[in-house]
């Protein structure tokens, strides 16, 4: 069974810092992308990045801010999170799939709440 355990958030104040990580367990990732979704109260499900082996795919909000990379050896992706704003605050799912529109794993969520 895959499990993906997300670790990393918290508060900051804006201008701040974070960097999530998400860990895969139960199977075999490497055919498959990982990525982050965020969701804040009241609003839609937003998709903030995802990565295969290299580069990386992002939201238009991220607009040079968050740097996504990931650990084959650990299972791993990790989110790097700079200058973030109080719009920035969400939950931020880890997920993990073929990509593009296909996400069928998700993990519990990490909070992340950035003050003015």
């Known amino acids: 069974q895959v499990q993906l355990v997300e670790s990393g958030g918290g508060l900051v104040q804006a201008g701040g810092s974070l960097r999530l990580s998400c860990a895969a367990s139960?199977?075999?990732?490497?055919?498959?992308?990982m990525g982050w979704f965020r969701q804040a109260p009241g609003k839609e499900r937003e998709f903030v990045a995802s990565?295969?082996?290299?580069?990386?795919t992002y939201g238009d909000f991220v607009k040079g801010r968050f740097s996504i990379s990931r650990d084959g050896a650990k299972n791993t992706v990790y989110l790097q999170m700079n200058s973030l704003e109080p719009e920035d605050t969400a939950v931020y799912y880890c997920?993990?799939?073929?990509?593009?529109?296909?996400?069928?794993?998700r993990g519990q969520g990490t909070q992340v709440t950035v003050s003015s």
């Open positions: 997920v993990l799939g073929p990509g593009g529109t296909s996400w069928p794993h």
């Open positions: 139960g199977g075999t990732f490497s055919n498959y992308a």
């Open positions: 990565i295969r082996w290299s580069g990386g």
